[in-house]
């Protein structure tokens, strides 16, 4: 008699957790839902803020959803998906890190029901495609507007409206200005006539805690918060000429081990002779080029400190690279390694003004006054040190916002105008997509709806009635017309001035739609090992 031929066969280990087919897909659209909704609230001139506590135990308190979402602790691999791509959304464009994660997980929901009468995911994600590719073509042909770059006022009007969500909205145009400001000094035009704008290297904040609002500027310069390193070195000097070095002003050092034999007490005066000839040296090699201020990457020892004073030399020690990279784009100068390689082209002298001051408790150097200078630095002050990382975030996103308009000058209406058009447009054309397509195609124009419904259920309305005014609205061709996340009613664009950046929400569409397809076609999670094994691993048992 033989025996176990229809018994199982073990191929993955008995402590392997799997999920397949119809729960695998239903779980992960239960996880992208369940992270859309933890910031559902935050989308809207009357969003909440959420005040998250940190793996350092301190408190991040925003409504920018980048920054909520990479201080959660997620487990579930669909739910670090869609976290992801607000990350992505964020170092892109640097906005709209809200709207595609609650797009993203409405893309999931409204899949629902298809996965629910077997219809394959193939046919889902293929019309979900289709869909994109039209809104897209729609968006970019009927409902963009190219603006003037030259008008300062409408690029205004657009980055006012963006920070409208925000914190730092009771600011009034502060932040807007600031931003404005920055990205035009910052703004370089490349050989190839294309616009190099990178806030991230060239644009510094520094947060000074007290002051007031008003106390906020954009230095036409930059600003170190450094000292000089000796009391008797100039803390003003006008028209400077500067000097970077990315080299220590002091003797080098052996690397791991030097031995040096010495038999009588000549001997060891000779080897400090020899120490204080290499400094004075590289001092001398300094003063020959007639600098009046000396950055350094590293240290300065005392004796080099005690030459160049004497020589009427201001010294500002252990400078980071991209500081000193930022002030040689400031003033016109050149980052060098060795002082006598260095030649009078590579001194900066576009900078008018060196002045150390004390704001607040502590010491800042100012280089002021540059004459063209495509680097800068940005003073915040305000009332505490959380209301002050907020107030950064939001000028991080008014500054992406400015770079944005900069290299793309086309905007959409606001205010869920945009999706709401793109919905019509959709529901119209599902009647020319064959087939069972049809259906998730016509479902992605009830997706896009999730934005405007959002914005009503935030500032209280009556979410019904406003919404179906809206699609009446837009059905009749009016596709500037959106909600007013302050009162919610409905409004012109035109009037209230609510505008986005083109390439936002080109970018949140694509994303969101993408990272909701790639989840759909998901339909095994294999788990490699179990959290205890995981855990006894980390902990080296």
């Known amino acids: 008699m033989q025996r176990g031929v229809n018994a199982p066969v073990l191929v993955l280990n008995n402590k392997t957790q799997r999920n397949q087919g119809r729960k695998a897909q239903l779980d992960n659209i239960t996880a992208a839902v369940s992270v859309a909704d933890i910031i559902r609230t935050t989308l809207g001139p009357r969003a909440m803020l959420k005040m998250v506590l940190d793996p350092m135990s301190g408190i991040v308190l925003t409504n920018d959803g980048n920054c909520i979402l990479r201080e959660i602790d997620c487990h579930h691999p669909a739910a670090k998906s869609i976290i992801a791509i607000s990350r992505t959304q964020d170092e892109e464009v640097g906005d709209g890190t809200t709207s595609v994660i609650i797009l993203g997980g409405e893309m999931m929901r409204v899949a629902t029901p298809f996965l629910e009468r077997n219809m394959h995911p193939t046919i889902i994600t293929t019309a979900y495609m289709l869909a994109m590719t039209e809104a897209l073509e729609y968006m970019k042909h009927f409902l963009a507007e190219e603006i003037d770059l030259a008008d300062d006022e409408r690029i205004l009007q657009i980055v006012r409206s963006s920070i409208a969500t925000k914190y730092t909205s009771r600011w009034g145009d502060r932040i807007c200005d600031l931003a404005i400001e920055a990205v035009r000094t910052v703004k370089t035009e490349l050989e190839d006539g294309t616009v190099e704008i990178d806030t991230k290297r060239f644009v510094r904040v520094e947060r000074i805690p007290g002051g007031h609002e008003e106390d906020c500027r954009v230095i036409n310069g930059v600003v170190f918060w450094k000292d000089v390193v000796h009391p008797k070195m100039s ?237 009446a609205a837009h059905a009749e061709g009016n596709h500037t017309i959106a909600i007013d996340g302050e009162k919610g009613v409905l409004v012109d664009c035109n009037e209230l001035n609510i505008w986005e950046p083109y390439i936002v929400k080109e970018s949140s569409i694509k994303t969101s739609m993408e990272a909701a397809c790639m989840l759909l076609r998901i339909d095994d999670i294999v788990s490699g090992v179990t959290s205890e094994e995981l855990e006894n691993f980390l902990a080296g048992k």
């Open 235 to 471: 803390r003003r000097i006008e028209n400077p000429r500067i000097m970077l070095l990315d080299c220590a002003l002091e003797y080098k050092k052996g690397e791991s081990q030097t031995n040096i034999e010495m038999k009588t007490n000549e001997d060891f005066e000779r080897i400090l002779q020899i120490e204080e000839e290499a400094i004075r040296q590289l001092c001398d090699e300094i003063i020959a080029l007639n600098p009046n201020v000396v950055l350094c990457e590293k240290g300065c020892s005392d004796l080099a400190q005690h030459f160049l004073v004497e020589a009427g030399i201001t010294v500002l020690r252990r400078n980071k690279k991209w500081e000193l990279q930022r002030l040689a784009r400031a003033c016109g100068g050149v980052v060098g390694h060795r002082p006598h390689m260095m030649s009078e082209n590579d001194i900066g002298a576009e900078c008018h003004l060196f002045e150390v001051r004390k704001v607040g408790d502590e010491y800042f150097s100012f280089f002021e006054e540059c004459e063209n200078p495509k680097a800068c630095s940005i003073i915040l002050r305000g009332g505490a040190k959380d209301i002050l990382q907020e107030v950064e975030r939001n000028l991080a996103d008014a500054m992406n916002v400015v770079r944005n308009i900069f290299k793309n000058p086309k905007v959409l209406p606001g205010g869920g105008a945009t999706e709401m058009a793109l919905a019509h447009h959709l529901r119209v054309s599902a009647s020319n997509v064959p087939g069972q397509m049809a259906f998730p195609y016509k479902a992605v124009a009830k997706a896009f709806e999730v934005i405007p419904q959002t914005l009503c259920n935030n500032c209280g309305a009556d979410t019904i009635r406003v919404m179906t005014k809206f699609r």
